[in-house]
């Protein structure tokens, strides 16, 4: 087993032990959780009716967005340890408001837990930092993908923060990192939950289709617009459709006595504990609308359909053409960039007609306008003769 005084070298050696012997066990992953907490920082809210939705990443969803709110709708504690997602997580687009704070001291915290009950940020290096240190190294060789790793790395996110109540969105698509195929995320979500229940954490992994988009909006910057969409009624059939997946994605976590609160609650009473979270970690209402009026002022350029036929999305291909760009800019020093965004204007299986416009598009340095608005084009606007994604299948 590694440590915190383990050499990258003794680290590397264990990973390919696990990789090749130790794949899928829910005890190891149990044992190196507890071992990355105790690396680091302890924040113990000190009642069991603490709960979080974590993902397992994927680009569209809004689910670690959008699940506090519910959770606190139903007076559950929220303390939200989460890490920048890729092209769009929660904590780096809520960092896109000018004043949020993602990075809160102990005392910052315990303050705000106090206050609202929900507190949104990053480890910081403070909490489970071994896991920090050995997800690199996973990077490094291969082992992204490996199940009692990336269980492990869950978990150590929950057991630091307290939580007793976990639910996880396992997002299921060729390009996921919890499972290829539906077997295989199903395997791995049951471990999830036999490993977390050594930890006495009663966990709630739900699988959702990650081959589709699952909301029009996708960037850090236009996942704030979707919530604004969603706060002042104007959301579309599908972002409207996806605010209902994670209403049940928190009633999967949320205790049965609980659950008419959630069950119930509208979007205007969700914006509540949404600019109670805001306001307390440093932003404010109108920096989140300037915010919101930036990024759409933003969305000139358009994508057109290529051939008549089904409006298709390579969602994994959007994704590559987003973290690209966004990689580039952080090396001028950047933490959480935002050069590209999409929105899209149809649904996956919406007939199109050749020309018609199926998606805008914001690019921030309009050096790179005509290569981002080409590769986006190769994702977004080649038809499909069928109609791919239509039910959304195996959605729950």
């Given at each position: ?7 990258d070298q003794e ?5 390919r032990?696990?990789?090749n ?13 507890k071992?990355y907490v ?13 709960a ?14 959008l699940?506090?709110l519910?959770l ?5 504690a929220?303390p939200?340890?989460?890490?920048p997602g ?8 809520l960092?896109?408001v ?11 915290l315990?303050?705000i ?5 929900y507190?949104?940020?990053l480890?910081?290096g403070?909490?489970a ?6 997800f ?14 990336v269980?492990?790395s869950?978990?150590?996110?929950k ?16 390009h996921g990192n919890?499972g ?5 995320a199903?395997?791995n979500a049951?471990?999830f939950?036999?490993?977390a229940?050594?930890?006495d ?6 699988l959702t ?7 029009p909006?996708?960037?850090?910057g236009e ?11 104007s959301a ?10 994670c209403?049940?994605l ?6 049965q ?6 069950a119930?609650?509208?979007p ?5 504990h949404?600019l109670?979270n805001?306001i ?6 109108k920096?989140f ?12 350029y358009?994508?057109?359909?290529l051939?008549?036929?089904f ?17 580039k ?16 204007l ?10 018609d416009v199926v998606?805008t ?7 790179h306008k ?7 084009s190769?994702w ?17």
């Open positions: 087993m590694i440590s915190s005084t383990s050499s680290i590397e050696k264990f990973l032990v696990v990789k012997d130790a794949s899928s066990d829910a005890v190891l992953a149990a044992q190196l959780a071992i105790d690396s680091g920082e302890l924040y113990l809210p000190g009642s069991d009716l603490v979080d939705v974590a993902s397992t990443g994927g680009p569209s969803s809004l689910s670690t967005l699940c506090p519910f606190r709708s139903a007076g559950l929220v939200k340890l989460g890490v890729r092209p769009a997580g929660g904590i780096d687009s960092a896109q000018d004043g949020y704070r993602a990075g809160l001291s102990s005392a910052d315990v303050n837990m106090q206050t609202t009950g507190a949104h940020f480890a910081d403070r909490y930092p071994l896991d920090a240190r050995v690199k190294l996973r990077q490094l060789h291969g082992a992204q993908q490996v199940p009692t790793l269980v492990a869950l978990l150590s996110k057991i630091a923060v307290g939580v007793k109540l976990a639910g996880l969105d396992v997002r299921v698509a060729p919890f290829l195929s539906w077997s295989d199903r395997h049951e471990l939950v036999n490993s229940k050594i930890h954490i009663k966990a709630y992994p739900v289709d990650g081959r589709f988009p699952y909301q909006y996708i960037g850090r996942a704030l617009v979707a919530l604004d969409s969603i706060f002042v009624g579309s059939k599908g972002l409207a459709r996806h605010f209902e997946q209403r049940l928190s009633l999967a976590v949320t205790p006595d609980l659950c008419g609160r959630v119930t609650i509208g205007r009473e969700l914006q509540r949404f109670a805001l307390a970690q440093g932003g404010s209402l920096a609308e300037q915010r919101v009026q930036l990024v759409k002022s933003k969305h000139i358009e994508l057109r359909a051939d008549n036929g409006f298709s999305v390579f969602m994994e291909g959007v994704r590559q053409t987003l973290v690209h760009y966004q990689v800019a952080e090396k001028q020093s950047d933490r959480f960039s935002d050069p590209v965004g999409v929105i899209l149809c649904e996956s299986g919406e007939w199109v007609r050749k020309g998606a598009v914001r690019v921030a340095d309009v050096r005509q290569r981002v608005i080409r590769e986006l190769t977004i606007c080649k038809t499909s003769p069928t109609p791919l994604g239509v039910l959304g299948e195996g959605v729950f």
